[in-house]
């Protein structure tokens, strides 16, 4: 059977929030520093190439991507952060973005937030995870590249920030992720499914 999620498209890519389709329907975003596996995981969950080619794609890196999986519900390509080379200006000009969208967007359901398992709540991940907790958004985070560690050492990384999650008291939660495997993905469809209003 196909998923919902492979009907994905490409919609549209905004440089600011006025670009954006009306605020209705509902919207997923997915967000991570930049190698962490964002186009990879899209291109899991959608099986579609295109869509991480688009994410990929030179010039629109610093956009918002939307993909529509129908009329009603889409998913938000954030730009990727903590690219070692971007100019201090171009880095203000995502955060800024990304905060505007963050705060502005009414039909936002929740982020996934990708992080190496290897290099995982690093200072611009912390820093995400407290703005969202302010603005009282929930947040599910994938430790990709699961298969890159034992299954006892991800199972280790994965007890150890669980507990420090406790301190955020919006939702926030957290499940091992292979894009690579597909490791994880019946997890992360549950979680987007609550999201969208797939029951
Ligand atoms: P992005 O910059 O966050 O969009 O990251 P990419 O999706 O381009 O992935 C960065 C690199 O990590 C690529 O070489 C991917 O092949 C690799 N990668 C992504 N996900 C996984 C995974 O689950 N396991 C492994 N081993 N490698 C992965």
Not at 11 to 18: G, M, N, Q, Y
Not at 144 to 157: E, G, I, V, Y
Not at 171 to 185: P, Y
Request: aromatic share 8%.
């Amino acid at each position: 059977m196909t998923s919902h999620y492979q009907k994905a498209y490409f919609l549209l890519s905004a440089a600011t929030i006025k670009q954006l389709p009306p605020d209705q329907g509902k919207e997923v975003a997915i967000v991570g520093r930049s190698n962490a596996g964002k186009s990879s995981v899209l291109n899991t969950l959608t099986h579609n190439k295109q869509l991480a080619r688009v994410s990929k794609t030179p010039g629109r890196t610093q956009l918002i991507n939307l993909f529509a999986l129908d009329d009603e519900r889409r998913m938000i390509d954030l730009p990727g952060y903590g690219f070692a080379k971007v100019p201090e200006a171009i880095k203000q000009k995502w955060q800024k973005l990304v905060d505007n969208y963050i705060t502005t967007r009414a039909c936002l359901q929740g982020l996934i937030l990708v992080m190496d398992i290897r290099h995982p709540f690093r200072p611009l991940d912390i820093q995400l995870l407290e703005f969202c907790n302010y603005h009282n958004l929930s947040v599910h985070i994938l430790l990709n590249k699961a298969d890159k560690l034992s299954k006892a050492a991800a199972n280790r990384t994965l007890q150890n920030h669980l507990s420090a999650l406790t301190v955020y008291h919006n939702s926030v939660t957290l499940q091992l992720f292979s894009a690579l495997k597909g490791m994880g993905i019946d997890s992360l469809h549950q979680r987007l499914n609550e999201w969208y209003g797939w029951t």
